[in-house]
Structures are given as structure tokens and as C-alpha cells.
């Protein structure tokens, strides 16, 4: 799968000036696959992908309105952990770090994930309780969390003010060591090279205008270059679902709201593990490259914005600066948004719908990124066999309407 280069060939094709092999193929648009996959982000490209791989499907197309990678998938922080609150988030996204673990061997593609640690700061009583809740829940499940003190805080990021001094002291955090971050458009890459080589047809700049649906059943969908008949259509979108599932009838309980984050200009290494503060509403992790990648609490309303304020850059830069007093000097290079798409309880949908063959892998919040090979892989296998598979069991379309929900609010790394 893609071609090898070894470090001095690449160096050579890098000055030759030659054309690069293409990652992944155009193909003119068919009027039939077997399953169309709206979204062409890393859920789309890894369901399709996982399709392809383990279930022997690949007349699958992959249908993006812009670029591939172009929506969420780029538009985050790139951070994986599994120290969710409930058992049936802990043990999904605990997959999902498995698989990040095994992705570049598995795509031949180096998608950078350094697995640097994941401290969550716990300023109050009360958030230590939900860090020991948390650091529990994830012990049952074999994951590597625990309670550590405010010493140790400054053992693993010594630039973090841990004194009395400031508004909010540290008084412990939930210590991950298994979280850390990845490269998010190398993630893109890997799984779009990755469903080329199996067959998948990718086709960007293909926007999705109408999903038919007759006699309760899915048929196609219908796009800004023709349409495509199908028996099986899946949303894979992010920041747009509710509005694709709505094209097939189906109303999904979700609110969007933008996520603002920012990056800073590259400095020398000083800060290993990703570094949350719910209390303080920012979290941040230092790039391979050196930059400083931050975030905060979603923007506090809905919108479909991907665009920057001015509001988001001086509220981040006063809690930072609560943190990590020192970083005070560094400039910030460029911020965006990205859009998350909120359920009620927090946790995703990834599920059939009362349409026959129209299924959803939508509603991932602000967790999209951790949970894309996870996402890919069981959405694969739900729909290859018809089954629900045990580790989305909590997903479910219709917790919403049983009142099942599974609240995974305790795990958000902000303020929602
Ligand atoms: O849940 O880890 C997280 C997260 C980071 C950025 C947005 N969400």
C-alpha cells in the first residue's frame, strides 16, 4: 500500500521537482455503489476504509462537499485519551487508542501520535471527586488512569503554576499516561490512501443535495453532479448532520456550537503531556514542531461560524496565563473553529435510523477526532452485518426516545 521511499530518496525526490505518486485516485462518479458514505473526514474515509478491509465491501463511495479533512477533521486539537466517565465510553474510546497505537503500521503512514500523557487539573473538592469517579470507572476497564497531587502535576509539566497563589489552586488531576496527540491530516491521509488501495472511490467537491428515500427504504442520494442510486447511505458528517439526516426524514436531537482553538508560533520543547483545566476552561499540548496548540470552552451559542474572535483570544489568554504564567511572551499565530455537533447526554450516535438502510455516525461533540478509527470500525461492522456491536450498544438512535441515555457530560474536557 503507497509507495516506500527510504530517507535519502525522499530527500532527492524533494529537490527533483518530479510530481509526488497520488495518494489517492480521481474516479468519475458512478450511478450506483453499494454504500455511499457522506463525509469525507476520518469517520467517512475509516468506515469506508473498514468496509473495504474487513468486510469485503468496496463498491463504496465517499462523497465530500469540500476536501477531504477539510471539516472537523481539521479543525481540532488532535488529542486521543480514554479516561471517559462511563463504562461504555471509557471501554469504546479505549479502542480507539488501540487502534491510533497500531494506525501507521496498519496504513503505512506516520500519522505522529506520541502518546505524552493526558493531565486533567482538578482545582475544587468537587472536581476531585469526579477526576477519583473517572480515574475508577477507568481502572475497571483496564485503562491506565489515576489520581495524582499537585507535586506530581509539577513533576510532569514543571511550567505549570501549582502554588497557592493563584485564583484557582491545583489540588490534584486525573494522570492518563496513554492519552497524548497525533497528527490530524496525516490521520486524513493514511485512511483516504488507505480505502483507495481496497477500492473505495473517493470524490470531493461533491456536495450532497437530496437523499431519496421510498417506502421507508433508502435509494440514493442525490448530488451536486448527478445521482447516485444505493441501498445504503451513511452520515458521516460532522457540524452538518442533523441537516443530512434531515434530507432523509430523520431529526436528530442535536445542536451545533463552535469550538474555538488557537496555535502559537514553535518555541523548544518544555511541555510534554496535553494539559486540561475544565475550571479554567482551556486545555493545551505542545506540537512536534514546538507550537503551543490551545482550546477552550465552546463558543456560547449555536452556529454553523468557523471563523475566530477576538472575544475567545482574550478569554484564553487570561486563563493560560493563570496556568502557565511563562508563556506569557509567545505569540499567537492563527486560530479557527471547528463545529460540534451536541446530543443531549454527550455521548455519539452511531446507529440505524427508522429509514431502512440510512445510518448515522454523527453527534461526536467535541470528541470527534479521539473516536475516528473506533467510529470507522464499528459503523463498518454495523452496517456489513446488520448487528449492533456491543461496544456501540449505548449509541443507539433510540435511547432518546427510551430515555436510555448514556451522560458522558463529566467527560468533556471544558465547559459545555
Ligand atoms: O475531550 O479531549 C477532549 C477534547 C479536546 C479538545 C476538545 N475536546
Redesign the pocket.
Known sequence: MGQKFSAAALFRKGISGDDWPRAWRHHDLQSTYDVVIVGGGIHGLATAYYLAKHHGIDRVAVIEKGYIGGGGSGR??A?I?ANYLTPEGSRFYDRSVELYEGLSDDLNFNIMFEQRG?MTLAHSDASLRTMRWRAEVNKLQGIDSEVIGPEDVKALAPMIDTSRRVGHPIEGALWHPPGGIARHDAVVWAYARGADSLGVHIHQQTEVTGIDVDGGRVTGVQTARGRISAPVVVNCTAGWSSIISAMAGVRLPITTTP?Q?AVTEPVQHFLHP?V?SGTLHV?VSQTARGELVF?AAVDPYTSYKTNGSLEFTEGLAAHILELMPAVGKMRLLRQWAGLCDMTPDYAPIISGTPVDGFYVDVGWG??GF?AGPVAGEQTAALVATGRVPELIAAFGYDRFAEGTLTAEKG????GH
Open positions: 481540532n486539537t488529542i485519551r493526558h469550538l482553538a496535553v486540561v486545555y482550546g467535541t470528541w479521539k467527560a468533556a474536557a471544558v
